[in-house]
């Protein structure tokens, strides 16, 4: 396991987002970022704790070192932990001026069960990567 650990919360029913959370497995090999499901006890927690709505959250949730990351600054703080690339592709993110990249953001967010589909219950965790996931 890693020395530092980052928790990363997630809409466990969202198909958007358990694509992203495959994504995050598939490339951080260094084992850095856990995973907490908003509908869990953790993610729930950890919602509250930063200031977003558990029950209908417009943003995941990353915690870095205690404090809260949403949109796209989160998203740009994971691709430069990937390294290579990705560096490159979060340094591009942040480029565009959070007032544009925010907001086209938070309308996925609020449109993401219309545009990718919802899941009947959360996203269960391969064995081998269940290790990596909180609750």
């Known amino acids: 396991?890693?020395?530092?650990?980052?928790?990363?919360?997630?809409?466990?029913?969202?198909?958007?987002c358990s694509r992203w959370v495959d994504f995050v497995l598939r490339h951080d090999h260094a084992g850095r970022f856990r995973l907490a499901a908003m509908q869990g006890t953790h993610g729930r927690r950890l919602l509250q704790a930063h200031g977003l709505?558990?029950?209908?959250?417009?943003?995941?949730?990353?915690?870095?070192?205690?404090?809260?990351?949403?949109?796209?600054?989160?998203i740009a703080h994971i691709l430069r932990e990937f390294g290579g690339r990705w560096r490159v592709a979060a340094s591009l993110l942040l480029a565009i001026p959070r007032l544009c990249r925010d907001p086209?953001?938070?309308?996925?967010?609020?449109?993401?069960?219309?545009?990718?589909?919802?899941?009947?219950?959360?996203?269960?965790?391969?064995?081998?990567?269940?290790?990596?996931?909180?609750?």
């Open 104 to 135: 086209a953001y938070r309308w996925i967010a609020r449109h993401r069960y219309r545009l990718f589909g919802r899941r009947a219950s959360c996203r269960l965790p391969e064995p081998a990567q269940s290790w990596r996931f909180l609750d």
């Open 1 to 16: 396991m890693a020395e530092r650990e980052d928790v990363i919360v997630f809409d466990g029913v969202c198909v958007l």
């Open 53 to 74: 709505s558990a029950d209908d959250p417009a943003s995941f949730l990353l915690v870095h070192d205690g404090r809260g990351h949403t949109d796209t600054d989160a």
